[in-house]
């Protein structure tokens, strides 16, 4: 049998670490997902309690399918595909990857998430398809980062019937992997697919070929996801009133590591989150929409993003109108992929602990950095209330909920379905790695973090600039804006080792 590499890549950690990792023993039962009393406690309410989401029920929700996880294969650009490969791959037998009752160990459960992690829940084109990752123009003309071996980690190939090979995407892959400037392939960190430019590409080429007028109210019904129920002079409904052309131009703007995902925004996408030491984290998502109590909140919070958080009800918004998805992960699915995210480590740090760095942390402790960005995580895991939000008197009692702020723009907190007034703290580790930052992506590097003329009028953001590439200024976050030129690189360089 031909070999093309198709082992699955496995991180390094080490036994100590795994001994942290819940264990899993045979009187020990996996969390159970979705029950109506979890689901009702996991969220903070959003800015507007009385619209905050209402999702379907316990009973609703197990009645759905369990998710088979079938064994995918590398896709590989075209012109590092092994020959005869594809051939290859029309002879395999369908087989399914994950069964609960073969596992036994802690390593076997991380091994078996790390299957669900690129398994695979689109089998149609979405920012791409079969067509687009064989065309070495597709790769040209948006940027998609190639593997040093060849291979395109954000898709896999799928056998589901023997002489069928498919296309499958949107698994956590997709969008949590990056690929290194030298190759190297990081699971669970900020991903960098340009994924907005890819479905753009798509709508381009579907314009030359479908009629506008009814590409144009597709594309406008696919908008809706991002209005905001009860909230007045919603921007995000503007896209109604978009051409197609402005539409595209909006996706094409969007850079890697940034992304307009389900019910975020067209207009003012999120930042990416890296994964890699989330089981830190109080808070999930950039406003902090999601608690993490325990391993069963981030099971429950993956079913939502990849399942559930299309059957949401938002005040007297009827959600009975959307499909019920064909499949959902099983509890052990969800648990596998838990542990495995938590098992993920960061790449390894070429930026040495020097002279320069010694001096930025007597900088980081001088300026008081750490108030907030608390070591060891570098963050102290609380809420930060955004402009314009006055947070109601029994969430200081409920939530960590800082009692500074600091200026960030407060428009995504307050005018998206996951605005709940705050921010949370980010942590600072594997910041070196990452990019571009800030919640929207608007700054490249922590050199142009903390430039001062980010808050200026003017001001050419280096990440994401918006969707009409205008000046603008990055709002926020003003510490470390007036620190002397040497002080401002000490400090830089420090964080880069974090």
């Not at 990792?21 to 969390?31: C, F, G, K, Q």
Request: some cysteine; aromatic content about 10%.
């Amino acid at each position: 049998m031909m070999q093309v590499g198709l082992a699955m890549r496995r991180p390094i950690y080490v036994s100590a670490f795994l001994a942290l990792l819940p264990a899993i023993a045979a009187s020990e039962e996996i969390p159970r997902t979705w029950t109506d009393a979890s689901v009702a406690a996991f969220e903070v309410p959003l800015a507007k309690p009385s619209y905050s989401p209402v999702h379907i029920s316990e009973k609703a929700y197990y009645q759905i399918p369990e998710r088979t996880i079938y064994k995918t294969y590398p896709v590989y650009h075209p012109k590092r595909e092994p020959a005869g490969y594809m051939e290859w791959l029309k002879q395999q037998e369908p087989q399914t990857a994950f069964d609960a009752g073969r596992l036994q160990t802690q390593s076997d459960w991380i091994q078996a998430g790390e299957l669900i992690f690129n398994a695979p829940v689109s089998f149609g084109p979405v920012f791409f398809g079969a067509a687009e990752v064989r065309d070495p123009a597709f790769y040209e003309q948006t940027g998609m980062p190639v593997a040093k071996d060849g291979t395109i980690p954000f898709a896999r190939w799928v056998v589901r019937r023997k002489g069928e090979v498919e296309l499958g995407s949107m698994g956590c892959n997709t969008c949590h992997t990056r690929v290194m400037a030298d190759g190297a392939v990081v699971p669970g960190a900020q991903g960098n697919n340009p994924s907005d430019r890819q479905g753009a590409w798509m709508l381009r080429r579907a314009a030359k070929f479908a009629p506008p007028e009814e590409l144009l109210k597709r594309v406008r019904t696919f908008a809706k996801q991002f209005e905001v129920p009860g909230l007045l002079d919603d921007p995000n409904r503007s896209a109604q009133n978009m051409s197609l052309e402005a539409i595209i131009a909006a996706g094409e703007a969007i850079p890697p590591g940034v992304t307009a995902r389900s019910h975020t925004s067209m207009l003012l996408p999120p930042q990416i989150p890296d994964i890699i030491g989330v089981q830190e984290r109080h808070f999930l998502d950039h406003t902090g929409l999601v608690r993490q109590r325990s391993i069963g909140d981030l099971m429950r919070y993956t079913s939502l993003v990849q399942d559930m958080i299309g059957l949401a009800r938002y005040g007297e918004t009827a959600a009975a109108a959307m499909p019920r998805p064909g499949s959902r992960y099983s509890d052990a699915q969800l648990y596998a992929l838990s542990l495995y995210i938590y098992s993920l480590q960061p790449p390894a740090n070429p930026n040495s602990f020097d002279r320069t760095a010694a001096r930025g942390k007597t900088v980081f402790e001088r300026e008081r950095c750490g108030t907030c960005h608390t070591a060891p995580l570098y963050t102290n895991n609380k809420l930060v209330p955004a402009d314009g939000f006055e947070p109601p008197a029994d969430h200081r009692t409920r939530f960590d909920i800082s009692a500074v702020r600091v200026g960030t723009d407060p428009r995504y907190a307050l005018q998206t379905r996951k605005g709940t007034g705050y921010y949370k703290v980010p942590s600072l580790k594997g910041v070196w790695y990452r990019g571009p930052l800030e919640h929207h992506g608007s700054v490249a590097t922590l050199e142009d973090w903390f430039d001062p003329r980010r808050v200026r009028q003017g001001y050419s953001p280096t990440g994401y600039a918006g969707p009409d590439g205008q000046n603008r200024i990055v709002r926020g976050h003003e510490f470390g804006l007036r620190l002397a030129p040497n002080d401002r690189k000490a400090l830089i360089a420090f964080l880069r080792t974090l």
